[in-house]
């Protein structure tokens, strides 16, 4: 009599497994927060991550923002030429135009291989009031940055007086990474 061995159970938990892994890898983005500039609150729920190796070592620039980034629009700003070296401001600037555009409001950031901010900037309240906080304002803490970037970034106090106004950032993120070449 031939046995039957425990084969068809292995198979069945290898199945549910590969599952389980697509359905975490297609896991919908979440951010939650805010941003403020004096009265103007914007709320955060959508999102962006990009990874890429820049001259200067690994980058990931980030977007949080109240809508939903042009995709396409994106992705035609961002192209390149074959060899040419990306860096924060190709995808940041990508953002900028959108949101000159008046297509969201938002905040965007770039991390290095040691999740340090290296470059920030407000995107609230139109074209002309575009501002920069600098690396040492912020406290972010970052749980992992591939597949997924996970964590938070906020204002080191919830209110910053930067003299004409004041500003603050609070926001969790959990965004799948785009890896450009």
């Known amino acids: 009599m031939a046995r039957r061995g425990g084969g068809g159970v292995a198979l069945a938990v290898a199945i549910a497994a590969a599952m389980l892994t697509r359905v ?4 919908a983005d979440t951010v939650q927060g805010s941003v403020t500039i004096d009265t103007t609150t914007v709320t955060l729920t959508s999102g962006m991550a990009v990874s890429y190796t820049a001259p200067n070592g690994p980058r990931i620039s980030v977007l949080l923002s109240d809508k939903p ?13 074959p060899g ?3 860096v924060s401001a ?31 900037e407000f995107l609230v309240g139109g074209s002309s009031n575009t501002f920069s906080l600098g690396d040492t304002e912020y406290v ?8 997924r970037l996970i964590g938070r970034i906020r204002t080191r106090t919830p209110t ?14 959990d965004l799948a990474v785009t890896s450009r070449q």
Do not use: C, Y
């Open 90 to 120: 190709i995808f940041e600037g990508a953002w900028k135009s959108q949101h000159f555009d008046e297509k969201f409001s938002g905040f965007s950031f770039s991390l290095d291989d040691d999740h340090n901010i290296r470059t920030d």
């Open 140 to 147: 972010i803490d970052v749980q992992s940055t591939s597949p």
């Open 160 to 173: 910053v007086d930067v003299g004409s106004f004041k500003t603050g950032l609070d926001a969790t993120f």
């Open 24 to 27: 975490m890898w297609a896991q």
């Open 69 to 81: 980034v042009d995709r396409e629009a994106f992705d035609t700003d961002t192209r390149t030429l």
């Open 84 to 86: 040419e070296p990306l």
